[in-house]
């Protein structure tokens, strides 16, 4: 998971530079990565601005943001 989330880190920093980056969709393993996106706030910017997150066919991690 570790490296899948590094390679997915180091893509939208380059995408963030041409233009924003505001949800992201997921399916099936892909969907369970998406959804701990926006747990990883704090790691970078890039992911700060992720507005919204569509998840198809995956497993679901219960989690509370606080602001």
Known sequence: IDA???WILRSM???MHSKPIHG???F???GTIAGLLPLLK???PAF????????VCCHIL???LTS
């Open 48 to 55: 700060a601005d992720i507005k919204f997150l569509i998840l």
């Open 13 to 15: 920093e380059l995408e």
């Open 24 to 26: 992201v969709m997921g």
């Open 4 to 6: 899948s989330l590094l």
């Open 28 to 30: 099936s393993q892909g």
């Open 42 to 44: 704090e790691k970078s």
């Open 62 to 64: 219960i989690y509370c």
